[in-house]
């Protein structure tokens, strides 16, 4: 069992804490019903409120979805708090929040999925399928919180971006920004008006493809923006795990 977070009953407030360092699962939920029914179990003993904690690199994509659906479904209030990054999977994790909010030092990121296949022509088309579906559906949760275009969102994970928390609470994927003592931002551009495109030099390069919900894709992927020599790549024991996700 890959138990990845920890529930906390805060003395000065009496309301209970939920803490998620570091990745969501390094196992797929996928076929496993021990550890999302321990997870269920614990959250079901919270009878207030709840503060979530948040500082992950990402990871399953299925463990994120289920978290994300016990979160929304809780019977109280639950409130996000981004303390450092919120990347992946992480990312839909934090949309569960009736509010969320993220420390001025704090980052989402956002990304298309990806996954490894191996087999004939149509074993890659099903693999592109369901990359599409799992897209889809992480569009889904963040369209709810932002209520921005799905086209743009799409976009944002195509790029691979990267939002930091000015930039996070003016999209809408956060209510607002910790220990701010009045909110300055500006509003988000209305949603029918057309973006206008970057000149060609002011572009941003554009990000290497990495796998949502992947540790090691994420933290490769931030390593390379902190040196271009960094190799990058999936370990061979991270592929084996994913090409067994592909049979069922």
Sequence with gaps: MDKF?????????EETELYFEGPISTESWLGDEITPALFRDELAKVSGDLTVWINSPGGDCISASQIYTMLKNHKSKVTVKIDGIAASAASVVAMAGD????????????HNPMTCAAG??????????LLDEIKEGIINAYEEKTHLSRSKIAKMMDEETWINAKKAKQLGFVDGILFSKKE?????????????EPDEKQKPKKAPESMLYSTSATNASLMQKISASTPTGVPI???EKRLALLKY
């Design 5 to 13: 977070w920890n529930f906390i009953k805060n003395e000065e407030t």
């Design 99 to 110: 509010e969320t909010w993220i420390s001025p030092t704090g980052y989402l990121m956002i």
């Design 120 to 129: 004939n022509k149509a074993d890659m088309e099903k693999a592109i399928a």
């Design 184 to 196: 300055t931002e500006e509003k988000e551009p209305d949603k029918d008006e057309p973006e206008e």
């Design 237 to 239: 024991n991270q592929l």
